[in-house]
């Protein structure tokens, strides 16, 4: 979720083909340029796309929350986990750039077909997307330790902050994870949520997290750590960020440049 100015946008917001069916919201789609935005008829976009490099990041805030590549990389058969599809970006990403299985919790599933038709979302078979509130979702013992990886991103159109942060929604999130995992989340730095959200993080991982730092839009992506302590040396830090920007091509050395205050004797622990 980021908010783009109206004014940005060369041709305004088309509605969309698509009928809402119960009370999900309908997708509306606009264009700038080679640029594709996903809206709910608000100028609050949900997720671009580059038209003609559909797995490229477009949105700053979106390759951000790739930044747990710094601190872990997943075997093969373990699950990336994303709350919120919005317009497939980090889907996408991760199908293209990784070869492990790709689960997505979406809650309307308008959105996955405007993906699937305007946002060129692939289905191969380790793409599993679940219809379903992503609070819903969390709690269900079934899918405790599932996850190396979470991405929550979960928007409504209206952007009053993330649809889901409670204490109870971070815990629960920390129980999908796996015994060694890494939750990144979108936040809006300036909203009156923010506090309240890291006060809820910073419980739930006891106090494990890191934050990005704030881009023009508003949004701060935060890294929130499970398992054993985690010691890395700045100087692994920062060769690691380099082996990352090397190999998916995403803005990692500025990233881990931006944790260096947070280290002590040329270490970085959380």
């Known amino acids: 979720m980021a908010k783009i100015p109206a004014q940005n946008l060369k041709n305004p917001p088309r509605a969309s083909v698509f009928k809402p069916r119960v009370e999900h919201e309908p997708p509306t789609i606009s264009e700038s340029g080679d640029i594709r935005y996903l809206h709910f008829g608000t100028e609050w976009v949900q997720g671009a796309m580059w038209v003609s490099k559909p ?4 949105l700053e805030y979106t390759a951000q929350m790739m930044a747990w590549l710094l601190f872990l990389q997943p075997d093969r058969k ?10 497939g970006s980090l889907a996408r990403f ?30 191969p078979a380790r793409l599993a997307i679940d219809h379903e509130d992503a609070g819903t979702w969390v709690e269900n013992p079934a899918h405790q330790a599932t996850q190396a990886v979470l991405m929550v991103d979960i928007y409504d159109a209206d952007a009053r902050g993330p649809v889901r942060d409670s204490l109870d929604f971070y815990l629960n999130c920390k129980h999908v ?12 730095g300036a909203h009156s949520s923010y506090a309240r959200n ?41 060769a690691r960020a380099g082996q990352v920007e090397s190999d ?19 270490w970085l622990i959380v």
């Open 55 to 58: 797995a490229e990041l477009v």
């Open 177 to 188: 994870l796996a015994d060694v995992g890494v939750l990144t989340v979108n936040l809006f």
């Open 78 to 87: 373990q699950s990336v986990g994303l709350l919120g599809l919005g317009a």
């Open 198 to 238: 890291i006060r809820n993080l910073s419980e739930a991982f006891d106090g494990r997290i890191l934050t990005l730092p704030q881009i023009d839009a508003g949004n701060q992506v935060v890294l929130a750590f499970k398992g054993p302590e985690l010691r890395v040396s700045v100087e692994d830090l920062l």
């Open 94 to 123: 991760c199908l293209k750039k990784l070869s492990n299985p790709v689960r997505v919790v979406e809650w309307n599933p308008q959105v996955t077909v405007a993906c699937e038709m305007y946002f060129k979302l692939p289905r």
């Open 248 to 266: 998916y091509h995403l803005p990692a050395r500025k990233w881990a440049r931006s944790m260096l205050g947070r280290s002590q004797d040329g």
